[in-house]
């Protein structure tokens, strides 16, 4: 799975918008964008996932630029519950016949203040 | 129960004993997946279930760490001889093999070895 660089942390003040990137410059035309995130003391949550077009859900959306060497995670409205450690993960599909999991680096540590 | 169980939550054993860490996925996710996670590191891959076979267990970092899964739904991480380094929260998780979803995590075990 292709390797990921992220910020090691972000603050964002409580209302505005948090736009966390992620920079994937060795991936593979058959591997996927996702993002998790992990607040303190829990296991991982999944957020969002997207192969070329951005996407957008409930809780965030993804921006993937057309070379798809990087992404941006962006949650429109920050509250102190998104306080929490953000991991981008490039991963191929699974069902391709290859291995299926997650590989986490050290993820951005994103503080929403008041 | 509506997400992955893990049990025990906490374990303290001392050093050379033997431990046993279990995972109830969410029933009907036919892959489950083993992670570690150090403190201030992101989970470590350990092993990843497709089924009752293990599908990739490239992860293992040595002999000493085993895991089952029988039946396809119940796992149990074995660890033997355990060492202080050891020490860690050993987290599970489950999805569906496709299309490429979402993985869903337990709360983790906190295994401490004194």
């Known amino acids: 799975d292709a390797k990921t660089t992220q910020p090691p942390s972000m603050d964002c003040a409580e209302g505005r918008a948090a736009n966390l990137p992620c920079n994937h410059s060795t991936i593979s035309g058959n591997e996927y964008v996702y993002w998790y995130r992990q607040i303190h003391s829990q296991g991982p949550q999944y957020i969002i996932h997207?192969?070329?077009n951005n996407e957008t859900n409930e809780m965030a959306s993804l921006i993937i630029t057309e070379d798809r060497k990087s992404s941006t995670l962006i949650l429109p409205h920050a509250t102190l519950r998104d306080t929490a450690v953000y991991y981008c993960i490039v991963r191929v599909a699974p069902g391709t016949g290859t291995a299926s999991k997650l590989t986490f680096g050290t993820g951005t540590r994103l503080q929403v203040t008041l | 129960g509506a997400g992955v169980s893990q049990t025990p939550s906490n374990k303290v054993t001392e050093k050379g004993k033997y431990v046993e860490l279990r995972c109830d996925p969410i029933s009907g996710h036919t892959a489950l997946y083993w992670y570690r996670q150090s403190l201030g590191q992101g989970p470590e891959f350990l092993i990843y279930?497709?089924?009752?076979?293990?599908?990739?267990d490239s992860g293992l970092p040595n002999d000493r760490f085993f895991a089952v899964r029988p039946e396809g739904s119940v796992s149990t991480l074995k660890i033997q001889r355990t060492e202080r380094g050891d020490s860690a929260v050993y987290l599970c998780?489950?999805?569906?093999?496709?299309?490429?979803?979402?993985?869903?995590f337990g709360q983790g075990t906190r295994l401490t070895v004194v």
């Open positions: 279930f497709q089924g009752t076979g293990a599908a990739d």
């Open positions: 998780a489950s999805s569906f093999r496709d299309p490429p979803t979402e993985a869903f």
């Open positions: 997207g192969l070329k």
